[in-house]
């Protein structure tokens, strides 16, 4: 179990402090279950905040993890956002990944019952072409039975093939299967 404390906020880049300690960064669309992973991971109920309102997050959430910082991003896609706020999303984002940071890992997050979606592929092409480490997580696989979870674990497994060696992690919220082996790659990027 990751042992965090809630740091701080930042809804603009201009308010991201500097850190010297590795980042483990959360990033998936709105309503993926990016919360549920992250309280589910740390074993608290209300950490993360889960909203029944996608795009409900605006802003980067900082996490003290003792030797790393757990870093919340909000999440993207959701369409009924204002034009403003996704520009200010952006800005927050990419000042986020400009920042010079060390980030020990991306969790990128995709819902294991639905192809990834464009919003999720640019993201995933763009820590591959940046060079920064991920994993892939795939929640909600508790909602396929087993012949449907191992179809989508498959489709998945061949739209990720393009990218090498990509860690792929199927994880319900429900049962906690999969938190383990997240936790354990979290742990080793942190160590590494």
Not at 143 to 149: I, M, P
Request: charged letters at 25%.
């Amino acid at each position: 179990m990751l042992n965090v404390e809630f740091t701080y906020s930042a809804g603009l880049s201009s308010q991201l402090r500097p850190d010297d300690r590795p980042d483990v960064v959360f990033s998936g669309r709105s309503n993926v279950g990016k919360s549920s992973l992250i309280n589910k991971l740390c074993n608290r109920k209300s950490l993360a905040r889960v909203s029944s309102k996608p795009g409900k997050t605006a802003t980067i959430n900082f996490f003290d993890g003792g030797s790393f910082n757990l870093v919340d991003l909000p999440g993207y896609g959701y369409a009924k956002v204002s034009k403003v706020e996704k520009l200010r999303w952006a800005e927050l984002v990419e000042g986020y990944f400009s920042a010079g940071r060390e980030i020990a890992l991306v969790v990128q997050i995709i819902d294991m019952r639905h192809k990834p979606s464009a919003d999720d592929m640019d993201m995933i092409r763009f820590l591959y072409d940046s060079g920064i480490p991920f994993i892939v997580v795939m929640t909600k696989s508790d909602k396929l039975n087993k012949s449907e979870f191992q179809t989508q674990l498959d489709r998945i497994s061949s739209v990720m093939a393009e990218f090498d060696n990509i860690g792929l992690y199927p994880f319900s919220a429900l049962s906690g299967d999969g938190a383990e082996a997240i936790e354990a790659a979290v742990n080793a990027a942190v160590q590494g």
